[in-house]
């Protein structure tokens, strides 16, 4: 098979086979039921790792195209949920146990996480800081070899279901801004936390929740890197957060117009099918345009971020382009899928409902703009 770009070997394309092959069988015929049941349960969790899907960003023998390779084919499984739920924890939440974690901390909790044995979760938001998070203010105080954590994070991906948080907690209690800011991994079971579902309009098996921290006693040994580093860490994992983020919504695109051209071949008006409608080829032939335009960018991305740089503006611009896409391409195709398109259950009204969250999680589109305004326009 030609590869989908200039990035990617024919190697790279036999293993999107190989995850295609386990996602047709074992994940896509689930999907709409663990959509109804609002998590991705145990077993499958399990099977993902075993096959070894949740550790791609982390094993020796595998380079960040086949992530990428990964994340695209979680899009196009049509399930933003399912995509953001793996995505927060092979990549978003561990990462930064595999980059600044000790070997202590690698072991009990990255390892258990790539065999899909523990579920991971990210817990950044708050009720009151999102965008600005140098304004969080759950508070890590030191007591002995413990930190005692007090406060609430939001929107919380695998929420409910995780079996451990890396939580974003302000040690320099009293000092505002990033420098008090540090990274804990924080079991599920430790007393004190507790856990509340939050409602979301689509995105049902990502689970999300409000994750509660009453007093709860955290080993100073799971502090991830070193004091006051937090906020360095999140800044640089958001990097791969964005490209994570922007090459799952690629997938997405690429399953709607799947989903689209398939309708327009087989759907007759006026006594043809509706893909020989000009106006019909040339909305489908902007779509597919645009498609091509996002995953030039998103590609080039990741090519910049296996080169080790830390590539901002590039990483924002591909979020930024690929999730607004996504809401134009899910708004376009429900017009084009009719009425049908608009009952509940169809796989674009899914789709235009799921885009909106894409633009806001992992950075609202309005801070991709100043992050790449900040280099375009006052650097260079
Ligand atoms: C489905 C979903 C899943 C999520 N999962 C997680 C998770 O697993 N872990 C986690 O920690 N967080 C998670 N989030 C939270 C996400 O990271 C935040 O939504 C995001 O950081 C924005 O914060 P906020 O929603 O509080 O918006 P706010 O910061 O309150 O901003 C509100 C709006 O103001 C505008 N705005 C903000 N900043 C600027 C600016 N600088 N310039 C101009 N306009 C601006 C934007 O329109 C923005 O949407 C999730 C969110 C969603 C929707």
Redesign the pocket.
């Known amino acids: 098979m030609t590869p989908a770009s200039v990035h990617l070997t024919p190697g790279h394309e036999a293993f999107r086979s190989e995850v295609r092959a386990v996602l047709d069988a074992h994940v896509v015929p689930c999907l709409a039921e663990w959509e109804r049941s609002r998590c991705i349960p145990r077993p499958a969790w399990r099977l993902l790792g075993k096959h070894g899907l949740l550790g791609v960003g982390y094993a020796p023998d595998r380079d960040l195209f086949h992530s990428l390779v990964l994340l695209e084919e979680l899009g196009r499984t049509g399930y933003a949920g399912f995509r953001?739920a793996v995505g927060?924890h092979a990549y978003m939440a561990t990462h930064y146990l595999a980059k600044s974690g000790s070997p202590f901390l690698r072991a009990r909790y990255l390892a258990p996480a790539v065999a899909g044995e523990k579920i991971a979760?990210?817990?950044?938001?708050e009720p009151d800081a999102?965008?600005?998070l140098a304004g969080l203010a759950v508070s890590a105080t030191a007591a002995g070899e413990h930190v005692v954590l007090r406060g609430v994070?939001s929107?919380?991906?695998n929420g409910t279901t995780a079996d451990f948080f890396v939580v974003a907690a302000r040690t320099g209690v009293g000092s505002a801004g990033p420098a008090g800011i540090s990274l804990f991994v924080v079991d599920s079971a430790s007393p004190g936390v507790s856990v509340r579902p939050q409602e979301?309009v689509g995105?049902h098996c990502?689970d999300?929740a409000e994750v509660r921290f009453s007093d709860v006693r955290v080993p100073t040994g799971n502090m991830i890197g070193r004091v006051g580093t937090g906020f360095r860490q999140l800044m640089h994992g958001f990097q791969l957060e964005r490209f994570v983020a922007a090459a799952l919504a690629l997938g997405g695109i690429e399953s709607c117009l799947d989903a689209t051209r398939t309708h327009l071949r087989t759907r007759h008006v006026f006594g043809g099918r509706l893909s020989d409608l000009q106006s019909v080829r040339h909305a489908m032939a902007e779509l597919f345009t645009e498609l091509a335009a996002a995953r030039h960018l998103v590609h080039d991305a990741a090519w910049r971020l296996s080169q080790d740089d830390l590539p901002a503006a590039e990483c924002s611009m591909a979020k930024l382009y690929t999730t607004e896409l996504a809401c134009r391409v899910a708004d376009r195709c429900l017009q084009l899928h009719g009425a049908n398109g608009y009952l509940a259950g169809s796989a674009v009204a899914r789709a235009h409902a799921e885009a909106r969250?894409a633009t806001?999680?992992?950075?609202?589109s309005?801070?991709m703009r100043?992050l790449i305004a900040g280099e375009m326009v006052d650097l260079g």
Do not use: F
């Open positions: 953001a927060v979760a990210l817990a950044v938001t999102g965008s600005d994070k929107m919380i991906t979301t995105w990502a999300t969250a806001m999680a992992a950075g609202p309005e801070v100043d």
